[in-house]
């Protein structure tokens, strides 16, 4: 009787809570099983067993939990073409306070239609059709997972919110330099350094063709200029002394190279404000005069500048651990190093042309890309419009000239000229989150490719640009 004298035990020191309708199975000390039914503060004896199954009830599973995060991840900015003046102080502002604290999560900016390094849309461009308005700027915060990227946060194109995802530390960068227009307004660069010319005027009809077959930006879907009527509001939120931020690189030509060099400082610009300081790198303007170029100081014209930019890109200067570099200011005669065009093709561009103040003033306040321009024998890339209405250009003739220490200079008159937009390097990291219905890689003939009405006018601007330059070789071969 030693199994009912160890239920009786049990159930004495449970009898105050066997209240209820209940079943309980005691193991004894033997190996057999007990069963006892209380029904009401009554304990019954069911009986004894050799063994018990239990049968779980049939409870739904609960949701597995989403993965955490396992680093920081990045941002990723996708705007349109025309952003407003809150929106685009906004961009600049993230670019800004990440850049000045040094942060290690990327600030990604996407214009409309970014290209990959093979010239089609980039995957990450998969991000735009989360975006219910398209008018809007949207930033996604993307994180890595144990198993994919997943969109942790998302919202309108907003310093103080975007900032406060990553618990980054909001950095008004002030204005704190004076600009001098009047010391270096509208300089005859013949007379200030006549040795170093090298923008060669195309005749007038070659002109008007090189801007009939240019993508104009005033075609770009969304793209709206900016009337006279609000210059002076987007001036004092961006003042000539802040956007001359960003100027990372300072070049010297040595030569007549000013196309090659204006071409490599719009490369950067437009580098910069894309993917921040994490991300740049110094362009070789030589690694473009040398191709465009017959000798040092023969000059060159902007139209070929911009189709090699397109065609086969620049290529970076010497010291930044790529496989093919090149000088920055020297060596005319130095060969580019074999295999040069795997490298170079990460730095090329779409090219866009602009010629109207309105629409230049989007191109340079909002859109924040460069203008290269040439007047006077000289090519120079236009950065900012200053409050009283002057055209500010980064000039390539080192930090002692100019305004600002960086080698700036101001007009009093717009100039149309080839605007850049940089494909985004596949050394950038783009991560896809897993909300995406776009494939990692775009194959040539999908859709997306097929669909791009920029990639067709940039091709058309290709293929005319080559009957143009096989018709005056044609002319050259007559004239001898």
């Not at 500048?305 to 930044?320: H, M, T």
């Not at 795997?342 to 629409?359: F, I, L, P």
């Not at 070789?473 to 004239?479: L, S």
């Amino acid at each position: 009787m030693r199994w009912l004298l160890a239920t009786v035990l049990m159930l004495a020191s449970w009898s105050g809570s066997l209240v209820a309708d209940d079943l309980m199975i005691f193991r004894l000390s033997g190996g057999q099983n007990v069963a006892i039914k209380t029904s009401g503060g009554a304990v019954e004896l069911v009986g004894v067993f050799d063994s018990v199954t239990v049968i779980e009830p049939n409870v739904p599973t609960p949701p597995t939990p989403p993965d955490e995060p396992t680093g920081p991840g990045q941002l990723i900015c996708v705007r349109p073409w025309s952003c407003t003046l809150d929106e685009s102080d906004a961009d600049l502002t993230i670019r800004e306070s990440l850049d000045a604290t040094q942060s290690k999560i990327p600030y990604l900016r996407l214009l409309p239609g970014t290209l990959n390094q093979k010239m089609q849309p980039h995957a990450a461009e998969g991000y735009r059709s989360l975006v219910a308005d398209a008018t809007k700027g949207w930033v996604f915060h993307v994180v890595p997972t144990a198993t994919t990227p997943t969109i942790l946060h998302q919202g309108p194109l907003d310093a103080d919110l975007v900032l406060g995802w990553i618990g980054a530390k909001k950095i008004a960068l002030a204005a704190d330099d004076v600009a001098d227009e009047a010391k270096w307004l509208d300089v005859d660069f013949t007379k200030a350094h006549p040795e170093l010319m090298g923008m060669n005027e195309p005749p007038a009809w070659l002109q008007q063709w090189y801007a009939e077959t240019a993508t104009n930006v005033r075609s770009l879907p969304g793209f709206q200029p900016i009337p006279k009527s609000e210059w002076a509001a987007w001036t004092a939120r961006f003042p000539v002394t802040r956007l001359a931020k960003s100027i990372r690189n300072i070049t010297e030509q040595t030569m007549g190279s000013c196309v090659g060099h204006a071409s490599g400082n719009g490369i950067e610009g437009g580098c910069y404000m894309q993917a921040g300081d994490l991300f740049f790198r110094k362009s070789s303007g030589m690694s473009m005069y040398v191709r465009i170029g017959r000798s040092p100081n023969s000059g060159a014209y902007i139209p070929d500048a911009a189709d090699e930019i397109f065609n086969r890109g620049i290529l970076p200067v010497l010291g930044q651990s790529y496989k093919h570099e090149f000088p920055q200011d020297t060596d005319f005669y130095r060969k580019l190093p074999d295999g040069w065009e795997s490298t170079a093709e990460a730095w090329k561009a779409a090219v866009y042309s602009v010629d109207d103040q309105e629409s230049g003033f989007r191109v340079l306040m909002d859109l924040r890309l460069r203008n290269q321009i040439g007047r006077s024998s000289h090519s120079i890339s236009e950065f900012a419009i200053t409050s009283s209405g002057k055209w500010a250009y980064e000039n390539s003739w080192g930090d002692d000239w100019g305004d600002l220490g960086k080698s700036v200079g101001y007009d009093s008159k717009f100039y149309s000229g080839y605007v850049y937009a940089p494909v985004l390097r596949d050394e950038i990291p783009i991560m896809l989150a897993r909300q995406l219905d776009v494939a990692k890689g775009q194959e040539p003939d999908s859709p997306l490719v097929k669909e791009s009405p920029h990639l067709k006018a940039y091709r058309h601007f290709d293929d005319e640009l080559q009957k143009i330059k096989a018709m005056l070789e044609e002319i050259q071969k007559w004239a001898k």
